[in-house]
């Protein structure tokens, strides 16, 4: 993987997170916030989520200044639309997250769902 594809890479996962966060606030929005309606683990996805993009944000500009001061490619870097990407089920490469940390983000104290 090159570094354009890298770039590209952090800013698919970057619209992603975003994606979650608009609807996690349009989920909060149709809930009465009352202590059966948004729950600490919901706030908590949605702090994730806010910490991630900010995480990639950084990680875009890093990747952008080593391009441009390090490598002397001062080339543009073609931006894929994440709702444009209407390709059969291909799964983005996760770059940083390993597949344990995958199986053990179920295992929530607390969450009704286990």
């Not at 900010?54 to 931006?79: N, T, W």
Request: glycine share 6%.
């Amino acid at each position: 993987m090159n570094i354009d594809e890298l770039i590209q890479n952090f800013h698919l996962q970057k619209e992603e997170q975003s994606k979650l966060i608009e609807e996690l606030d349009e989920e909060f929005s149709n809930k009465k916030l009352n202590p059966y309606g948004v729950t600490t683990i919901d706030f908590q996805k949605r702090s994730d989520a806010y910490s991630q993009r900010s995480r990639l944000e950084g990680a875009i500009d890093a990747l952008f200044m080593v391009k441009r001061d390090i490598m002397g490619d001062d080339s543009e870097v073609g931006m894929p639309s994440f709702e444009l990407n209407t390709e059969p089920e291909e799964e983005i490469e996760m770059i940083g997250e390993s597949t344990e940390s995958a199986i053990d983000d179920d295992d929530v104290p607390g969450d009704p769902s286990y």
